[in-house]
């Protein structure tokens, strides 16, 4: 059996648990019961008092129930965190319990050792298959995928990424996701899921859109008939410390959490705030006063009040010079947070620069991390108890209001929202203590604005509270820590706080056929299927947004006159990563873009949010064709300042490419392969470095060619454009792709154990059982055809492959779909026209790349096949997707699939390694096929 609570907890975080986290675990480990409350809706609790912790209780409460037997919580927990935040506090805690897991016996932590080793141990009884008895992975930011979460489906595993990545999976779309992964992880994320939204009243549209999926699961899952086992429906629990009014079952702090001094500390941690407005009336007497001509004054006028908000904004935080301190600054635009940067810096004298730190969620994610790990203003807004010896100060806008364990002394700030404004709050004085008491001071500009927004009408909303709460106040501001705001916001009206929380966007309806539509995944174009970036955040009046990356690779392929059908495979393969891109409002994006244009034309890559490709030139971009896209610009064209924020005025540079720039697990890397008279070389795109043999440790993924011989003969160099993967991530990514042969009667052993491992861990029952197992068994079968043999080089006579080190071109199966072939298979077999559940079973064996949702290519056709055979299963391929979606629901349907996708997953990776071909073989050239 797992330990107690406390003593688990103490084990994996270093600390006790306070009595919210005690009683949240007990409401996880009962839930389910008969009796008993279910999981809460969301979780209202102040800034500082750890929410991520909810992903430690989960974990418990599932180690507790698998050491019961009876396992109700959902296997998978998808952290979702908004897409402005920089450090992803959330995995640095995952990660530090996995760690613990995995070496109990280490030093630091010998003590927790036996009660590690018991909650470990019950975590790998859930598992398929051997290894870390939890999987994370994160969706976003400086770590790329490292696709654990899709391995093992019975395994524990946090997935963490943003709103973006996680709900454009959700809904079948996922970015950057070719056909075989958009229902592999719609399936993965929308199943057997629990889906937690921190900061949930920042973007409520998302709310509404996590509300309407689980609705329509529940909805699904009571009239399609799903056998019990397999109703896995997402739950969704909503975090915040400023949550809108709203319906649910809301878990809250109670009188008696309040008694644990941490909480104490916390929640009456002293923050005054104080105004500072805009003085009109001294500023136009001193402008008056200097007899500018009356058609002057005016103008003087406006331009001193546009600029004494950032003036003051930089001389408060300047005048904590006298105590060296860490001082955090908001404002609300990427443009006025540099000029405020700026100014400051002006104002502090030479080490300026060295003492102030800009963010904004404008920089790309490269310089964003580039800050967080290294830059040491921000590191002492990390560490309170870090030394100051003189004052620093970080300028920010939203990008650092929500996510980010900041804990300043003092703010100075603009006037926003006020939601934003008790965000930007929980970052001051964040841990409290009797000797810290941080000065808070709003800089206000209550300029009449010639036509209110919805927002500007909140903002002046704000303003009006804060006046009332401060009056009476005097000198002494008003106490804005969060039990005194919570008792404050108690006290105003729910109608004063509503107007004066950021305006609520409206969701599209989410409806039957848009859903219909998006599960059909394997129809790439479908006219009239929207993107998914409007149900993700709503029907904003903000412009949309453009994201921009910079790649060596563009020149290359666009010297090479590579059509948008190669553009698309490689930047499927060599995907677009976070790390790479900025993201701004089109309109800016479409205006920088175009003053780097207006000197030369720079021919640049197009890639919308299902990966389609397209050529286009800076000249030609407008808002239509770049909003909700990727603008993949050539190095050359330069475009980006030293901050990472877009700039056309900036040259080329090394590192504008920042493709392969990752942590340890990188896994990947471009390379130029020439074959010439003089033999064969490699030329590292990203650093020129050249070998005459292919790099080590990776496999080949992807090549392009550049440049073949010509017609006549004449003997030249052949060059192409390669990218390398580690087997791993290869194997994860497109299950054809291995090490080594593995001959297809070796194969289909291996998946139908991993097959049946994973359907007994998930606790499924018949006939869904054996409908998995046997669509594992026959999944391949379509592979014995002499085409496909061919194709994955096997010579005649000898036993069928399933899996090869290497593949001929795609074009050598003439469009042959082995699936397919399975399938015409199986729908011969006698036994399986007996069993209850063959639809299923064909549709699996159909769909185990992607195909069949709802169709197939008719040159996927077996030519072995009479024509009126291959037909009727072309058209029954249709007809059983909609019946089975129909029954087991659109999620439902795409998790069973996943199901025998992860087994094959699992069965590619055990083919043992094969000694590297000889150096200088001409038989390498061909690219590796991913179906």
Not at 14 to 25: E, I
Request: a negative charge; glycine letters at 6%; aromatic letters at 6%.
């Amino acid at each position: 059996m797992v330990p107690d609570f406390d003593a688990a907890f103490e084990s994996l975080t270093g600390f006790s648990p306070m009595k919210w986290q005690r009683r949240l675990f007990h409401r996880f480990v009962e839930a389910g019961l008969p009796g008993k409350p279910d999981l809460p809706s969301a979780c209202d609790l102040p800034t500082g008092l750890g929410k991520t912790s909810i992903m430690v209780i989960w974990l418990l409460a599932l180690a507790q129930q698998a050491a019961s037997g009876n396992v109700r919580l959902p296997r998978r927990l998808v952290y979702i965190v908004n897409r402005r935040t920089v450090v992803d506090q959330a995995t640095a805690t995952v990660e530090e319990l996995r760690k613990r897991l995995l070496a109990p016996e280490t030093t630091e932590w010998q003590r927790h050792a036996h009660t590690l080793k018991a909650v470990a141990n019950a975590l790998r009884d859930l598992c398929a298959a051997d290894g870390n008895p939890l999987a994370v992975s994160t969706l976003r930011g400086e770590l790329a995928d490292n696709e654990e979460w899709k391995a093992d489906p019975a395994r524990p595993a946090v997935v963490i990424g943003t709103i973006d990545m996680i709900g454009s999976k959700l809904l079948f779309s996922g970015y950057g996701d070719g056909r075989y992964g958009r229902v592999h992880h719609a399936g993965l994320i929308g199943y057997d899921a629990l889906i937690v939204h921190d900061e949930a009243h920042l973007t409520p549209a998302f709310s509404d859109l996590l509300r309407a999926v689980a609705k329509e699961q529940a909805r699904e899952a009571n009239g399609g008939g799903q056998p019990d086992t397999v109703r896995r429906p997402i739950r969704v629990i909503e975090l915040s410390a400023t949550r809108r009014a709203g319906d649910g079952d809301v878990f809250r702090l109670e009188a008696e959490d309040e008694d644990d001094a941490i909480v104490q500390e916390r929640i009456t941690a002293i923050k005054r705030l104080y105004l500072r407005e805009v003085p009109r009336d001294r500023i136009s007497k001193e402008i008056k006063e200097k007899n500018f001509p009356k058609e002057k004054e005016a103008k003087e006028i406006e331009k001193r009040v546009a600029e004494w908000p950032r003036e003051e904004i930089a001389r408060c935080a300047a005048a904590h010079e006298t105590s060296p301190c860490r001082v955090l600054i908001y404002v609300r635009t990427p443009d006025e947070a540099q000029k405020v940067a700026s100014v400051l810096t002006r104002k502090l004298g030479p080490d300026g620069e060295r003492r102030v730190a800009l963010l904004t969620g404008t920089m790309r994610g490269h310089e964003r991390d580039k800050l967080v790990k290294d830059n040491p203003v921000f590191l002492k807004l990390l560490d309170s108890k870090a030394t100051v010896e003189q004052t620093v100060y970080l300028v920010s806008t939203s990008a650092g209001e929500v996510g980010i364990d900041l804990d300043a002394d003092h703010m100075v700030c603009d006037l926003t929202t006020l939601d934003a404004l008790i965000q930007r709050l929980g970052r001051v004085n964040r841990r409290g203590g009797s000797e810290r008491e941080a000065r808070i001071e709003l800089v206000v500009d209550t300029a009449p604005k010639k036509k209110a927004s919805d927002f500007d009408q909140a903002v002046d909303a704000t303003l009006c509270l804060l006046r009332k709460w401060l009056d009476g106040a005097g000198s002494e501001g008003v106490d804005v820590s969060p039990k005194n705001l919570r008792n404050l916001l108690d006290e105003t009206s729910s109608d004063d706080v509503r107007a004066a929380f950021s305006p609520r966007v409206s969701a599209p309806p989410l409806t039957d056929i848009l859903l219909d539509n998006w599960s059909l995944t394997s129809i790439d174009q479908m006219p009239g299927r929207p993107e998914v970036a409007p149900f993700l955040h709503g029907l904003t009046a903000d412009p949309p947004e453009t994201f921009v990356a910079w790649r060596h690779e563009v020149t290359l392929l666009r010297e090479a006159d590579v059509d948008e059908e190669t553009l698309r495979a490689w930047f499927g393969a060599c995907r677009i990563e976070a790390r790479e891109r900025l993201r701004d409002r089109y309109d800016r994006v479409e205006k920088a873009l175009k003053k780097l244009s207006s000197t030369r034309i720079v021919r640049v890559v197009v890639l919308d949010e299902r990966g389609n490709a397209s050529w286009s030139s800076l000249s030609e971009l407008s808002g239509a064709n770049v909003a909700y896209r990727t603008v993949v610009l050539p190095v050359e064209a330069g475009g980006l300042d030293e901050n990472g924020l877009l700039d056309p005025d900036s040259k080329s540079r090394p590192d504008l490419d920042v493709a392969e720039i990752e942590p340890v697990d990188c896994g990947r890397e471009r390379w130029i392969h020439r074959v010439g008279p003089e033999g064969e070389r490699f030329e590292r795109l990203i650093s020129g470095e050249i070998t005459d043999v292919p790099p080590s440790g990776l496999r080949e993924k992807v090549r392009i060619p550049l440049r073949q011989p010509e017609e006549n003969g004449e003997e030249i160099e052949t060059v192409d454009l390669v990218l390398y993967v580690s087997p791993a991530l290869s194997a994860l990514e497109n299950p054809e792709t291995t090490s080594a042969r593995q001959t297809l009667a070796e194969h289909t052993d291996s998946i139908v154990q991993h097959m049946t491992c994973i359907v007994d861990r998930l606790g499924l029952d018949e006939p869904v059982r054996g409908a998995l197992i046997t669509a594992a068994r026959w999944h391949d079968t379509g592979k014995d055809r002499p085409v496909w043999q061919r194709y994955a080089r096997n010579r005649a006579g000898t036993p069928p492959l399933a899996k090869s080190p290497r593949y001929l071109h795609p074009r050598w199966l003439g469009g042959y779909r082995h699936e397919f072939g399975s399938l015409l298979d199986a729908m011969n077999d006698e036994d399986l026209m007996k069993m209850a559940d063959r639809d299923l079973i064909l549709h699996l064996i159909a769909a185990h790349h992607g195909w069949a949702r709802p169709h197939f290519e008719a040159s996927a056709f077996d030519s072995s096949r009479r024509t009126a055979e291959n037909e009727r299963a072309f058209a029954e391929v249709v007809r059983r997707f909609g019946q089975l979606q129909q029954k087991y629901g659109r999620w439902g349907l795409a998790w069973l699939e996943s199901l025998v996708r992860c087994a094959d997953i699992a069965a590619s990776q055990q083919a043992t390694a094969l000694p590297r071909p000889i150096s200088g073989s001409r038989q390498r050239v061909p690219e590796e096929a991913k179906p």
